[in-house]
């Protein structure tokens, strides 16, 4: 069973810096995509950062500059610094794998993180 968890979250002030992980487990052959998305209260589901297992990468408009994607492809573990942070940056952070393939099976699956906390006060 694939399982992904975030860790790093917390509270910062504004202009600080946060690191987020995300570790994937279980018995994992391939992913296509790895992504950062967030949601603040009252608003929707959004796109942070995402890279591809070339090594592409792609950014939200409100975060570009200032947050960094990155992985680690042999631990299943991808990352997101977080530079300059803002209070609008506040809401729960998800890591996203799109495409995932595992040993057992030959079927690409998505799958969502529990979530993280990040709060950026002023």
């Known amino acids: 069973q694939v399982q992904l968890v975030e860790s790093g979250g917390g509270s910062v002030q504004a202009g600080g810096s946060l690191r987020l992980s995300c570790a994937a487990s279980?018995?994992?052959?391939?992913?296509?995509?790895m992504g950062w998305y967030r949601q603040a209260p009252g608003l929707t589901r959004e796109l942070v950062a995402v890279?591809?297992?070339?090594?592409?990468?792609n950014y939200g408009d409100a975060v570009k500059g200032r947050f960094t994607i990155s992985r680690d492809a042999a631990k299943n573990t991808w990352y997101l610094q977080m530079n300059s942070l803002r209070p609008e940056d506040t809401a729960v952070y998800y890591c996203?794998?799109?495409?995932?393939?595992?040993?057992?099976?030959?079927?690409?699956?998505?799958?969502w993180g529990q979530g993280t906390q990040v709060t950026v006060s002023s």
């Open positions: 996203n794998a799109v495409g995932l393939r595992t040993w057992d099976s030959g079927a690409y699956t998505d799958h």
């Open positions: 279980g018995r994992i052959f391939s992913i296509n995509a």
């Open positions: 890279i591809t297992g070339l090594g592409a990468t």
